[in-house]
């Protein structure tokens, strides 16, 4: 089955940076674009970056422009998010997902478990 596996949360003080990886499996991994999104408390949930099915083409939310980076790794069915100068309005459970479809028609969105982010002093 589609599955999505973060990694790389935690705590980290303001200014700092982390990497998050997501791992996927259970489709063809190359065919799909994929993105990462966030769900800050008491706050609805924000597409953070999207990433093309070849990684040539790349979108962010105005919040994080210039500070993160998203990138993938075809060969290891891996995405990446590059954070950068965090803030603390940068908490939040980031999760990565993807729109799969395995009849050509109807597309399911799946996403991982989420890895928390803390940015604290």
């Known amino acids: 089955q589609v599955q999505f596996v973060e990694s790389g949360g935690g705590l980290v003080q303001p200014g700092g940076s982390m990497r998050l990886s997501c791992v996927a499996s259970?489709?063809?991994?190359?065919?799909?674009?994929i993105n990462w999104y966030r769900q800050r408390p008491g706050q609805e949930r924000e597409l953070v970056a999207i990433?093309?099915?070849?990684?040539?083409?790349?979108n962010y939310a105005d919040s994080v422009k210039g500070r993160f980076t998203i990138s993938r790794n075809n060969a290891k069915n891996t995405v990446y998010l590059q954070m950068n100068s965090l803030k603390p309005e940068d908490t939040a459970v980031y999760y990565c997902s993807a729109a799969v479809s395995f009849n050509g028609r109807d597309y399911t969105s799946y996403r991982g478990q989420g890895t928390q982010v803390t940015v604290s002093s």
């Open positions: 259970g489709f063809s991994f190359n065919d799909y674009a």
């Open positions: 990433i093309s099915h070849r990684g040539s083409s790349t």
